[in-house]
C-alpha cells in the first residue's frame, strides 16, 4: 500500500473487515511494550543488525477531531503544517540490509494534562501515572532503554527539531556539527 495506510484500507486489501481490524487493536489483550521488546530480542542476536545507527525521529497522522489520544493542533510533518494531529516519537535502527522501528511513544500535548482533561485522558487509554513529557525527553528515553536492552548500534542521528535540544545532544555525547 502506497499511500493512505490505515485500518479500512488494510482491511480492504486484506478482505476483513476495517472495524474488526480496530476492534482487535484497541481491545486485544497483546502488549505493545511486549511487542516492542520481542523485535528488539530479535534485533540483537540478527548478524544483520550489525553496524547500525539509530534514528530519532516523529511520524504524525492527521486526525477529524480531537477525541484521539494525544491528538491536538501541532505541527504535522507530513502535511507542512500546523493542523490537527496525532504525533509518535519514534527510534528506529537502521543498517544497510535492513530498517525497522524499534520504539515509539505517543507525544502528548501539555494541553491534555490539564486538570479539565482528566476525564478525557481515562477515556482515551491515556495512563494515570503519564505526566507531560517534551519530544526529545521521550527521545532520550527510547535512546537510554536500547542502550539498556544492549541494542547494537554505533550513532544516532536526530534531526533539527531535536538536535538543537543542548540537553539530548550532550546526553547523547554527540555534537551536532
Known amino acids: 500500500m502506497e499511500t ?10 486484506t478482505e ?7 476492534h482487535f487493536i484497541s481491545n486485544s489483550p497483546w502488549s505493545g511494550r511486549g511487542l516492542i521488546e520481542a523485535i528488539q530480542d530479535e534485533i540483537k542476536v540478527h548478524p544483520a543488525f550489525r553496524q547500525a545507527i539509530l ?10 477531531g480531537s477525541n484521539s489520544a494525544g491528538a491536538g493542533r501541532q505541527h504535522n510533518g507530513r502535511l507542512g503544517k500546523i493542523e490537527m494531529s496525532q504525533v ?12 525497522t522501528w524499534i520504539d515509539g511513544e505517543l507525544y502528548i500535548p501539555i494541553h491534555w494534562f490539564e486538570d479539565a482533561q482528566a476525564e478525557k485522558r481515562k477515556a482515551t487509554g491515556i495512563p494515570e501515572e503519564r505526566t507531560f513529557q ?6 532520550w528515553q527510547m535512546i537510554q532503554s536500547a542502550q539498556a536492552r544492549k541494542i547494537p548500534f554505533e ?6 527539531l531535536y538536535g538543537p535540544n543542548g540537553v539530548l545532544r ?3 555525547g554527540r555534537s551536532p556539527y
Not at 493512505?4 to 486489501?13: C, F
Not at 550513532?155 to 533539527?160: E, F, L, R
Open 4 to 13: 493512505h495506510r490505515n485500518l479500512t484500507n488494510v482491511g480492504r486489501k
Open 16 to 22: 476483513v473487515s476495517g472495524q474488526n481490524l480496530q
Open 55 to 64: 534514528v530519532l525521529d516523529e511520524s504524525a497522522e492527521e486526525k477529524a
Open 88 to 99: 509518535g516519537v519514534f527510534l528506529i535502527l537502521v543498517t544497510l540490509v535492513v530498517n
Open 134 to 139: 517534551k519530544k526529545p525527553e521521550l527521545g
Open 155 to 160: 550513532a544516532v542521528v536526530i534531526d533539527d
Open 170 to 172: 550532550q546526553a547523547t
